[in-house]
């Protein structure tokens, strides 16, 4: 089945220590999302990519990096996390900006 | 500002009753519209997207959209207990801020009592 995938699930991290999420979709989509979200909050948009297009919401801390090395994978790199990023991240695709956007299920990050 | 509206609940219902959630969003030139299904710890899952006004039906679920009104709903018919979660609703605004930029309302939490 067509579908996205988020490795790990669940990183534990502690303060300040450098994490990496993986993100990979078999839809063959051009864009993907990377979303934060926190309890009983809605999902906050951090950047996303059309292609290798990048483009970072303006209020996205700089902390937070994003790659893109093909189609299929997208990486989000948290270089120092604080207490404050604790928080399940959810990545998205859709075919074009328009479209539906399909979530994979998500990595509970926790920041120790 | 872009925005998106709905009451948090939570909206309880009983069990085979209709449960209705409702939307209103600020963009007025907004083209989709998307109702997602959160479970506590999970990811939004896709219930329906709609494009164009009137109603749009798959299974239990029909979807409303009146853009004169800026206003979309979601009926779930035949409630169940496992259709208790979180239900966002979702809207791409045509103009202003990042292209394919979701913006979510704060979600309806439904409570379908047995």
């Known amino acids: 089945d067509a579908m996205v995938i988020q490795n790990p699930r669940y990183q534990v991290t502690q303060f300040g220590k450098p994490v990496t999420l993986s993100c990979s979709q078999t839809?063959?989509?051009?864009?993907m999302y990377w979303y934060q979200q926190k309890s009983s909050q809605a999902p906050k948009l951090l950047f996303h990519?059309?292609?290798?297009?990048?483009?970072n919401e303006a209020d996205t801390p700089d902390n937070f990096q994003s790659r893109r090395p093909n189609t299929s994978f997208c990486f989000l790199d948290i270089r120092s996390p604080g207490l404050g990023d604790a928080a399940m991240y959810l990545c998205?695709?859709?075919?074009?900006?328009?479209?539906?956007?399909?979530f994979g299920p998500g990595t509970r990050l926790t920041v120790l | 500002q872009k925005e998106v509206e709905q009451n948090s609940g939570p909206l309880s219902v009983p069990e085979g009753a209709i449960a209705s959630l409702n939307c209103t969003y600020s963009d007025r030139g907004s083209q989709s519209f998307f109702w997602y299904r959160q479970y506590s710890g999970k990811s939004p899952e896709l219930i329906m997207s709609i494009y164009s006004n009137g109603d749009k039906e798959d299974g239990r679920f029909t979807a409303q959209l009146n853009k004169a009104s800026q206003y979309v709903s979601l009926l779930i018919r035949d409630s169940q207990p496992s259709d208790s979660a979180t239900y966002l609703c979702a809207v791409i605004p045509l103009s202003g801020g990042s292209q394919g930029n979701l913006i979510f309302g704060k979600g309806t939490k439904l409570s379908v009592k047995p």
């Open positions: 998205a695709t859709s075919r074009e900006f328009t479209d539906t956007q399909y």
């Open positions: 839809l063959n989509h051009n864009v």
């Open positions: 990519y059309y292609d290798k297009d990048f483009n």
